[in-house]
């Protein structure tokens, strides 16, 4: 019903910067809440930070706060991370998703119904 598109990855030399885009499917996506995840290898998927479905809220973990930010176009469809002051410790495959029409931000990974396939950041020394 929802599909998710990120793009907008690649290899950065630490201090650059890189923006994420999350292109979405379907009528629904001004009603719902999105999030950014991450995983690197041998590491379990973290959370990143989401906006509300309205685009007046978000919130970051706090490995990103004050680096990260997220925007939203709902007439595009589409959710943007960008990401600024990139440390090695950011190089991750980083997943875009959303959750039910009208419900709140919120961290867990499971709380999150619709995933886009990934995108690697690579972020060198």
């Known amino acids: 019903q929802v599909q998710l598109v990120e793009s907008g990855g690649g290899l950065v030399q630490a201090g650059g910067s890189l923006r994420l885009s999350c292109a979405a499917s379907g009528r629904t996506f001004g009603s719902q809440a999105m999030g950014w995840f991450r995983q690197a290898p041998g590491k379990e998927r973290e959370f990143v930070g989401a906006?509300?479905?309205?685009?007046?809220?978000?919130y970051f973990a706090d490995s990103v706060k004050g680096r990260f930010t997220i925007s939203r176009d709902n007439a595009k469809n589409t959710v943007y991370l960008q990401m600024n002051s990139l440390k090695p410790e950011d190089t991750a495959v980083y997943y875009c998703a959303a959750r039910g029409e009208h419900l709140p931000i919120v961290t867990m990974t499971n709380a999150y119904d619709y995933w886009g396939q990934g995108t690697q950041v690579t972020v060198s020394s």
């Open positions: 906006i509300s479905w309205r685009g007046i809220s978000t």
